[in-house]
């Protein structure tokens, strides 16, 4: 019995898996959805005609088992035909929006599907509202024609009705005599009809083709043996369209629109979904441990979402009791103040009143002044009247200049609350921030990464942010990164790093690999919790340890025409009174005058880099490298520039032709005009002159201009020198684009600079650590030391 309890008890808990989400019963003749839900057909096609669609054409009832002249026995002949009992959808079809009529339009439903003339358009799609899904989906032209009958669904159902509810429901024999039909032990699959042990045998005789057929457990729907296609008759579902997830006939199968699709025969599905079902089951039978810690979990969850309910409620009433009692404190407070104001205008009104009754005829002031005329003494008339006078002189004056004492309109002390009120309607819970908005004008990646970002306007307040970021490539959670086999410590190490309690805006995250690309993201928090994460933000560093220097205003400094910051960091160029002076002596020919600076580093070895922003208005800046004795050759043979038809050094006499292989003392690129020129030659084999003095702004041999493409002028531009292999490349310092690279000859120390023609100003990038720290200019160094790091403070 222990045995035949436990199947029971196992069948038993399959109840809930069996209902049919539309009539929350177990499911009768169900179809599999698009969506892979499964509903009872005659549930989907109620919902269908609910929703304002045609009647669908349904089979028959499969309670009605069929008969046919194969099956039909004498004695069934004879009996008269079962009265058929009224359906569902019969009831809901004749009381529906769309009764069937002659003219009603064949239902793209359970059924061939209708024709159409030709160019009308295509027939719409029907939509079924899913209720497990919370969704729409879309069953196609033929509606519930192209949804399949979960046939391994029915099975379990029979199961379970078999084994749970075994004598609840009685199967009689259909071949008995009514009065005494006896209970059915078999079904046919074949004969779609239930026996008895008796019935089976006198219609399935040993020997005969009906000997062969399929007996099965009694049952009330008849099931096909086998899926066949919706669209293609008595075609058998052979394949599988991995691409579609839809089983295929193979008339299906050679449609265009499976074309370059994975197609596998259905026991190769079959095979591998089953191995996978298999595998996912018993690792979930393998991890019962941890399902009753999580149930364990969540019970305690629930408990802890009572009690915390209970509190929340009585913390919401206490809130509200503390809002009525400071509204009740405040209206006493109000109300005195309107009283204690009332009763001084009343006493202020009263005042006049009696003082405007005492002017009357025959009363107050007039009747003692009457009394005053009356007196004949001189002498004691003038001292009585004196008074009497003047108050006569005020009361004539309030006369003529007549106003109310106080004001009885009460104007100031109406009580403006719809601010308030405001407050009021829009009193509700604690809300967490909303995702963050990260700045991608002010976040860069330079020396450190910097991170800046704002909550939108309708968001709650944050107390503190929390920033989190991870090496792109590397999986959080141990999966793979870059680097093949070392990809599992690259993950353990550069899995999602979080930075907790970041107050203000912005954040610094240091310690960072070069020429890696970083993921950032943040959230906020507060007393309502963390919030949802913002969008993620993806952020390269440099390919080189950072360079920090600050130009050196020293060499050859025109202070008429090049302006240096105080800080050392930004420059500009104004063309000043000689150029004027020197343009008005000018005919033929345009003179323009080149101010050269450079940075107060000398770089002798290893791979460095720095970023620098030119202003979009300027006329002509080139910005590189050079060799210090070179450059100071030529602060120390100051010159200026001159039309293209004017070579001030051909190289002929200085010895270029025996030195064509070496590299350029100078590599610069110009921008200007809110373009960048990128040269499609390589200085490498240009602009090389031996030992000769070259103009490091014409970077050319001779007049003949160089080939080249103009580049949209990046915010910043990013230089990187590497010294050992003579090397300059130029980036888009936003993005880590390359732009373009040169040669540059590093036999002696090299040096950063910048060459300005025309008016134009330049920034250097400032370090991300030294936005907060006093900016003091340094002396000029020569770099030495190996750089190990993304950033190298002078």
């Given at each position: 019995m222990a045995p035949r309890f436990q199947v029971k008890s196992s069948m038993k808990s399959l109840e809930h898996e069996l209902h049919c989400p539309v009539c929350k019963d177990i499911v009768k003749q169900p179809v599999v959805l698009p969506c892979q839900h499964s509903v009872c057909l005659l549930?989907?096609?109620?919902?269908?005609?609910?929703?304002?669609?045609?009647?669908?054409?349904?089979?028959?009832?499969?309670?009605?088992?069929?008969?046919?002249?194969?099956?039909?026995?004498?004695?069934?002949?004879?009996?008269?035909?079962?009265?058929?009992?009224?359906?569902?959808?019969?009831?809901?079809?004749?009381?529906?929006?769309?009764?069937?009529?002659?003219?009603?339009?064949r239902s793209p439903g359970y059924g061939p599907h209708p024709g159409r003339r030709r160019k009308e358009g295509p027939a719409p799609a029907m939509?079924?509202?899913?209720?497990?899904?919370?969704?729409?989906?879309?069953?196609?032209?033929?509606?519930?024609?192209?949804?399949?009958?979960?046939?391994?669904?029915?099975?379990?159902?029979?199961?379970?009705?078999?084994?749970?509810?075994?004598?609840?429901?009685?199967?009689?024999?259909?071949?008995?005599?009514?009065?005494?039909?006896?209970?059915?032990?078999?079904?046919?699959?074949?004969?779609?009809a239930n026996f008895c042990n008796e019935c089976f045998k006198l219609y399935h005789p040993w020997g005969t083709p009906r000997a062969q057929h399929e007996h099965i457990l009694p049952t009330l729907n008849f099931r096909p043996k086998v899926l066949t296609?919706?669209?293609?008759?008595?075609?058998?579902?052979?394949?599988?369209?991995?691409?579609?997830?839809?089983?295929?006939?193979?008339?299906?199968?050679?449609?265009?629109?499976?074309?370059?699709?994975?197609?596998?025969?259905?026991?190769?599905?079959?095979?591998?979904?089953?191995?996978?079902?298999?595998?996912?089951?018993?690792?979930?039978?393998?991890?019962?441990?941890?399902?009753?810690?999580?149930?364990?979990?969540?019970?305690?969850?629930?408990?802890?979402?009572?009690?915390?309910?209970?509190?929340?409620?009585?913390?919401?009433?206490?809130?509200?009791?503390?809002?009525?009692?400071?509204?009740a404190e405040r209206h006493a407070a109000l109300t005195q103040a309107l009283e204690a104001a009332r009763q001084r205008r009343g006493e202020a009104l009263g005042a006049q009143v009696a003082e405007r009754r005492a002017l009357m005829e025959h009363a107050g002031l007039m009747a003692f002044t009457q009394e005053l005329l009356k007196e004949t003494d001189q002498p004691c008339f003038v001292q009585a009247a004196r008074q009497t006078h003047s108050r006569l002189s005020k009361a004539i004056d309030s006369l003529q200049h007549f106003s109310l004492a106080a004001d009885p309109s009460f104007r100031h002390?109406?009580?403006?609350?719809?601010?308030?009120?405001?407050?009021?309607?829009?009193?509700?819970?604690?809300?967490?921030?909303?995702?963050?908005?990260?700045?991608?004008?002010?976040?860069?990646?330079?020396?450190?990464?910097?991170?800046?970002?704002?909550?939108?306007?309708?968001?709650?307040?944050?107390?503190?942010?929390?920033?989190?970021?991870?090496?792109?490539?590397?999986?959080?959670?141990?999966?793979?990164?870059?680097?093949?086999?070392?990809?599992?410590?690259?993950?353990?190490?550069?899995?999602?790093?979080?930075?907790?309690?970041?107050?203000?805006?912005?954040?610094?995250?240091?310690?960072?690999?070069?020429?890696?690309?970083?993921?950032?993201?943040?959230?906020?928090?507060?007393k309502a919790g963390y919030g949802e994460y913002s969008e993620e933000v993806y952020l390269h560093t440099p390919p080189a340890p950072v360079l920090n220097f600050y130009l050196d205003s020293r060499w050859g400094l025109h202070a008429d025409r090049l302006v240096v910051s105080k800080e050392q960091r930004c420059a500009r160029s104004v063309p000043g009174l000689s150029l004027l002076q020197a343009a008005d002596h000018a005919l033929t020919s345009c003179h323009l005058t080149s101010d050269l600076l450079v940075g107060d580093v000398?770089?002798?070895?290893?791979?460095?880099?720095?970023?620098?922003?030119?202003?979009?208005?300027?006329?002509?800046?080139k910005v590189g490298v050079g060799l210090e004795s070179k450059l100071q050759e030529w602060f120390h043979l100051p010159q200026d520039m001159a039309s293209p038809r004017y070579d001030p050094d051909s190289g002929h006499d200085s010895g270029a032709e025996d030195a064509l292989d070496s590299a350029p003392p100078f590599c610069f690129l110009t921008m200007g005009m809110g373009k960048i020129y990128m040269p499609q030659h390589n200085y490498h084999h240009h602009n090389n002159h031996g030992n000769g003095v070259r103009d490091p702004i014409t970077n050319g041999n001779g007049p003949a201009p160089p080939t080249?493409?103009?580049?949209?002028?990046?915010?910043?531009?990013?230089?990187?020198?590497?010294?050992?292999?003579?090397?300059v490349t130029f980036y888009d310092a936003h993005s880590l684009r390359p732009l373009w690279e040169g040669h540059v000859d590093c036999s002696g120390p090299v040096c950063p600079a910048f060459c300005f023609i025309g008016g134009g100003a330049l920034q250097l990038q400032e370090l991300v650590a030294n936005r907060n720290a006093d900016q003091t200019p340094v002396r000029r160094v020569t770099i030495q030391p190996r750089v190990s790091g993304l950033n190298n403070n002078n």
């Open positions: 549930c989907a096609a109620e919902v269908l005609v609910a929703n304002g669609y045609p009647p669908p054409e349904l089979p028959p009832d499969p309670k009605s088992p069929a008969s046919t002249p194969n099956t039909r026995s004498p004695r069934q002949a004879r009996r008269p035909a079962p009265r058929a009992e009224p359906r569902p959808i019969d009831r809901v079809l004749r009381s529906g929006p769309h009764p069937p009529s002659p003219s009603t339009p939509m079924f509202p899913c209720a497990p899904c919370g969704r729409e989906v879309e069953l196609g032209e033929k509606g519930l024609g192209d949804c399949l009958r979960n046939l391994t669904l029915e099975r379990i159902v029979e199961r379970y009705r078999h084994t749970v509810s075994l004598g609840s429901v009685a199967v009689t024999c259909q071949f008995c005599k009514p009065p005494h039909a006896l209970e059915a032990t078999k079904g046919c699959g074949d004969c779609r296609c919706p669209d293609h008759e008595q075609e058998k579902l052979q394949f599988y369209c991995r691409s579609c997830q839809r089983l295929l006939c193979p008339l299906c199968k050679l449609r265009r629109a499976h074309g370059g699709h994975k197609v596998l025969p259905v026991a190769q599905a079959y095979q591998a979904l089953k191995e996978k079902i298999t595998k996912e089951m018993n690792y979930i039978l393998s991890n019962q441990d941890t399902v009753l810690a999580q149930i364990t979990q969540l019970e305690s969850g629930i408990t802890q979402t009572e009690v915390n309910g209970v509190a929340a409620r009585e913390q919401l009433a206490q809130s509200i009791r503390d809002l009525t009692a400071a509204l002390f109406q009580l403006d609350v719809s601010k308030e009120l405001k407050l009021l309607t829009e009193l509700n819970f604690t809300q967490a921030p909303f995702a963050p908005v990260i700045d991608t004008q002010r976040t860069l990646a330079y020396d450190q990464l910097f991170l800046c970002w704002r909550l939108p306007p309708d968001s709650a307040p944050a107390w503190h942010f929390s920033v989190e970021y991870r090496r792109r490539g590397v999986v959080p959670g141990g999966g793979g990164a870059r680097g093949g086999p070392r990809a599992g410590p690259a993950a353990a190490r550069w899995g999602w790093q979080r930075r907790d309690e970041v107050s203000g805006g912005s954040a610094v995250v240091d310690r960072l690999e070069m020429d890696s690309v970083y993921v950032l993201r943040v959230r906020g928090c507060n000398a770089i002798t070895q290893g791979r460095h880099y720095w970023a620098c922003s030119v202003e979009p208005g300027s006329y002509l800046v080249g493409l103009t580049y949209p002028l990046p915010p910043r531009l990013g230089v990187c020198l590497d010294f050992e292999k003579g090397r």
